[in-house]
């Protein structure tokens, strides 16, 4: 599970963004920060192995036909599974599931995270005090002991469960980040201006205040999709998942119940792993470009002589 | 005094969220779980166990909800959790005790050692702005922090206990011997958990180093580091006692909000080695189904993490008195 960090200490972007407007904004972040490029260099890779699967992938990810446990050679550049799959066929495979639920899981989690965390600003006064301390509740709980406690009452293993689950207990950090920075824009001129042409808050919100939190969204999009790849593949090793689904998690499941690392199969537990930590490390550097972003004071500066 | 008012007020909520979490959950649940239980445990368990259940989860119950729930509360309260099934006829609490001490030593101790490390290497990261630390550190612990914890674990039982032979393979002392208070003893638990705690410090440590940076940053704008400069103090001087000093209050806050992540990770390490804590109970729980043990573990770490926020919070209050002027 990653460590996330609560700062109060988001400050407003610099400039309003309307000239540039939104897409501007996020090609711009992407394009002129070395981070956010590797991020994405990466996430670009695995959605395209994702599409590709069926190319890519050297055999049927759940054919049984090959020997157990071999280890990785020409034919099986990975070795096999313990009943005798092809590892590098499951991990191409896998990739679709992997990706599928962070990026589910990530959007629902940011959606909530909008709502609660812009309202709790706009709003003010005791709508404010109740909406921040239940944020905070659910940033506090531990949300794995929940997330298994849930899980296990469902007894439905299904994806959408999964993505719930991860969503439910996912949506807390953003929301805590979006109501500080809401809070800081709330008395600014343009929107001053915007009440004083008498527009409606939804409008005010969503066509004023929203469009100049775009860096600070996104950044929450990927926290929020790299906390759902860990959470999913934690869920997942412990047997929470579909063990019959093809994912990284799920690879990781049947793994260890084999006892692969005792067995001498290491790659087994090393591959998806690492896919795992590759797909979350994109996340993690594309979350982290976009706070720098929002919050011009964390860029890196040159060293002064 | 009204931040600490607001505080309680934080901790006090929580707590009784966590605790209405279980009381609505089995009872919200589709497919009635404990009757499924029941029918499962039939003849497995003693006619008192599936008693016990049937008014943990309010089953045949002609009190109200309401009842119910007033009763629930008052057994929680007063440390009657139920009888576990998975250790049956062991009750919840005692099951707890067992695994209690060696979660909060394992997490405790891999908290404080992240938490000294990473606040002196993050002080250093914003003091030397753009300099080795600060070019090197951040963009190593982005991607560390994108690590399962266990598998990080996993990949460290790879090399260091399963290839190199240096450190056992799991559990937290040897089985052969019983606990007691001898040096030896001290030492086997020291080596069977050096692993385990090093796995959630180098996957914590991050958080501490990124936070202490940013916070740091803001510090070293501030005017009296300007004039411990003007008056020519020594730069370590300037940067222990002056901004890293103010820096730490935030950052301790912060991450102790934080602490219920690192709870979540130290349950799958656990899990990965063995360990005989509160997280491997839990992977227990899950196997046999044992929901009373399951919630009860929510509740205790929950009120772990609750109460070292607290703890940080009072210190907060104690020593900032402006969160005591502000409110």
Request: hydrophobic share 55%; charged share 10%.
């Amino acid at each position: 599970m990653a460590v996330r960090v609560v700062t109060d200490q988001v400050s407003v972007e610099t400039a309003v963004v309307s000239r540039r407007g939104i897409a501007g904004t996020i090609a711009r972040g992407l394009t002129a920060n070395r981070k956010a490029m590797a991020g994405l260099v990466l996430f670009g890779l695995f959605l395209v192995v994702a599409i590709l699967a069926p190319v890519i992938a050297p055999y049927d990810p759940h054919a049984l036909q090959f020997g157990q446990m071999v280890q990785p050679s020409g034919a099986h550049l990975l070795g096999t599974t313990g009943t005798g799959q092809d590892i590098f066929s499951q991990l191409v495979f896998g990739t679709r599931e992997s990706l599928l639920i962070a990026l589910a899981a990530g959007l629902g989690a940011t959606v909530i995270s909008v709502v609660v965390g812009v309202s709790a600003a706009y709003m003010g006064g005791l709508w404010d005090h109740i909406l921040n301390l239940f944020t905070d509740v659910f940033l506090v709980l531990p949300t794995l002991p929940l997330m298994i406690i849930v899980g296990t009452y469902l007894n439905n293993r299904g994806l959408l469960v999964l993505v719930a689950v991860i969503v439910i207990t996912g949506w807390s950090y953003g929301a805590r980040q979006l109501r500080s920075q809401a809070l800081s824009l709330r008395n600014r001129e343009f929107l001053e201006a915007a009440r004083a042409r008498g527009e409606r808050s939804l409008y005010i919100i969503v066509f004023e205040v929203l469009p100049n939190m775009t860096s600070l969204i996104v950044a929450i999009f990927f926290g929020a999709a790299l906390y759902a790849v860990l959470a999913a593949a934690g869920l997942q090793f412990i047997g929470l998942g579909d063990p019959n689904s093809l994912s990284w998690g799920t690879m990781l499941y049947w793994a260890q119940a084999n006892g692969a690392l005792l067995a001498g199969s290491p790659v087994w537990v090393l591959a998806p792993g690492f896919c795992i930590a590759a797909l979350g490390a994109a996340f993690a550097l594309i979350n982290y470009a976009f706070d720098e972003i929002s919050n011009p004071a964390l860029r890196p500066v040159r060293r002064r002589k | 005094m009204s931040y600490l008012v607001r505080r309680l007020e934080f901790f006090v909520i929580t707590l009784w969220a966590a605790l209405t979490i279980n009381f609505i959950l089995p009872r919200i649940m589709p497919g009635n779980p404990a009757q499924a239980m029941i029918v499962r445990f039939h003849g497995r368990v003693s006619p008192e166990a599936v008693k016990a259940i049937e008014v943990a989860f309010g089953l045949h119950s002609h009190e109200s909800i309401f009842q119910q729930y007033l009763e629930y509360l008052r057994n929680t309260l007063t440390g009657n959790f139920g009888t576990s099934v998975t250790f049956f006829p062991v009750p919840v609490g005692d099951v707890i005790k067992q695994g209690l001490p060696w979660t909060l030593g394992l997490v405790g101790m891999a908290t404080i050692i992240a938490f000294v490390l990473g606040t002196l290497l993050g002080m250093l990261s914003a003091w030397r702005r753009g300099g080795f630390f600060d070019a090197v550190l951040p963009p190593v612990f982005i991607v560390i922090s994108a690590f399962p914890y266990f598998w990080l674990g996993l990949l460290v039982l790879l090399a260091f206990a399963l290839t190199l032979g240096w450190f056992p393979l799991g559990f937290a002392y040897d089985l052969t011997d019983s606990i007691n208070l001898s040096w030896s003893f001290v030492g086997q638990v020291i080596w069977h958990g050096f692993l385990p705690a090093l796995t959630i410090v180098v996957t914590s440590i991050g958080g501490w180093i990124l936070t202490m940076r940013n916070t740091m940053i803001t510090t070293l704008a501030e005017d009296y580091v300007k004039m411990a400069r003007a008056k020519g103090l020594s730069p370590i001087r300037i940067m222990l006692m002056y901004a890293g000093r103010n820096a730490i209050l935030p950052n301790l806050t912060g991450f102790a909000m934080s602490l219920g992540f690192v709870i979540s990770g130290a349950i799958l390490v656990e899990i990965v080695f063995n360990y005989p804590g509160l997280g491997f109970t839990l992977l227990q729980a899950v196997h046999s189904e044992d929901y009373a043990l399951m919630q009860t573990l929510f509740l205790m770490l929950t009120s772990a993490v609750l109460v070292a926020v607290l703890a940080a919070d009072l210190l907060t209050a104690l020593l900032d008195p402006r969160t005591r002027e502000q409110g």
